[in-house]
DNA sequence: TGGGGAAATCTTGCATGCAATTTTAATTAA
DNA sequence: TTAATTAAAATTGCATGCAAGATTTCCCCA
C-alpha cells in the first residue's frame, strides 16, 4: 500500500500540514527532525525536504541550524492573513464576473438558490459545507489558477481560525444576502461590483472572527 | 568568507533560481541532481532541499522520481501570471490608498514628479529604474507582507519577459500619465481608483508584452 | 528498415553516519 | 541565590552509499 506516485517527502509534507492545521502540533512548538522522523517511520532525509517545503508556505518557521517551529501567527499576522485573503478572495469573484462560462454561472446560480433553502431550515452545518462550495466556485471560476492556489492556501492556512462563524444569530441570512449580491454582480458581468460585494462580504466574515477571537480565555 | 548564517540549501535555492531567471538553464532543460552538486560543490542532499524550496514557488516543476525540470511557461500560463500579477498590483494600489503613511504619499508624489523629468529628458534607463522604484513603493505602502510577497514573487517570475516594454515610441510618456492617475487615486485615499487604475496601467504594460511577444522568431 | 522488448545505465529516493553548531546542564564564583 | 563559564548532550547540516524506479541503448525479429 501506501505508494500512489507521491515521494515520501510529498507525502510527509502534507500529513505534517494536517498534523500543524488540526492542532496536533501547536502553533510555537519545536518540530524536530528526530521526532517527526520517528513518527512518521522514515529517515531524517524525506523530513528535512517536508520541512522545506512546508516553510515555503509560510506554515513553519525554519531557522538555520536551528530547526523548525510551527509558525506562531500574531495577532496582527492573523490580520494581514485576513485581509490578503480577502483581497484575494474579491480578485477571484471578479474575474469570475469577466471569466465565467455560462455552466459555470449557472452552477453558480443553482447553489445559491439551494443555500437560500438550508437559510430557511436554518440548517447552519449544511450551510457552511455549501458555503465552502460557493466560494470554491469562484477559485476555478476565475479560470486563473495562480491566483486560486493562493487563495486556496491561504484559505487553508486560515481554516482553523474560521471556525463557528456562522454561529451567531442572524448570521445565515444575512450570508445569504451578502452571496446574492456578489451572484448577481457576476452573472451581470459587472467585475467592479463583483469585487465590491465579495470583498464587503469577507470583510463581514472577518469581522465576526474578530468578534469571537475578542471573547475573553 | 561565504558563511553568513545561511545554510548551503538555501543559498543553493537562489543561486539556482537567479541561474534559471537569468537564462543559464533554459526552461525545460533538466536540472540533474549530480551536475547542480558538481556545479556548485556540495553533494546532492543539500541540492534536493533546495529543489524542493524552488519547487513551492513554481520556478520548477518537481516529478517524482523523475527529477526536475526548469518550469516552461506556456503562452497560457503566461498569460494567467501576467493576469495575476497584475490583480495583485491593483490589490496593491487600492490598500496604498487605504494605508499609506503621509511620509510614503509624500514619497510616491516626490517619485512621480521625478519621473516626469525623466519623461522629459527621454531617459529610459532611467525611467525602467525609477518603474521599479514605482511599484515597489506600492509593495510597501500596501502593508500587507502576505500579498506584497506574492506580488514581488510574481515580479520576479515576470522579469525575463518584461524587458525592454518601454522602447516602443511614446510608451514613456503614456506609463507616466497611467501613473499620474494611480498617484492621485491613492493620494486621494480612493482605494477603488487606485484598483482600477494600477489595473488598467499594468494590463496596457501587459498589451505592450504581447505586442513584443507576437513579433515573429 | 522499423518496431518491440530486454538489459544495461543512469537518476532519483532514502537511510545512515559524522562533523559542526546550538542548546542544555552543571559547576563555580561572586 | 544569581550570574557566568564551561562541559555535556542534543540537534542540525551535509556527505556518502545503496536500492528502487526511470531512461537509454542495443539487439532481435518482423
Redesign the pocket.
Known sequence: MS?DGQ???EKLASEIADAILDGTFEPGS?????ML?ARY??????V??ALRQLAATGLIDLR?????IVALVTSDQLEVLFVAMGELEATCARLSALSMTPIERRRLEVLQDSMGELVAQNDVAAYTAANTSFHTLFYTGCHNPVISEMAIGLRRRLAPFRQAQFRAVGRLARSHAEHAVVVGAVLAGNASAAHAAMLRHVSLVEDAFEELRNVPA
Open positions: 505508494d515521494t515520501r517527502a519545536r518540530l524536530d527532525e528526530h522522523a517511520g522514515t529517515s531524517r532525509t524525506p528535512r525536504e538555520p541550524r536551528r530547526g523548525a
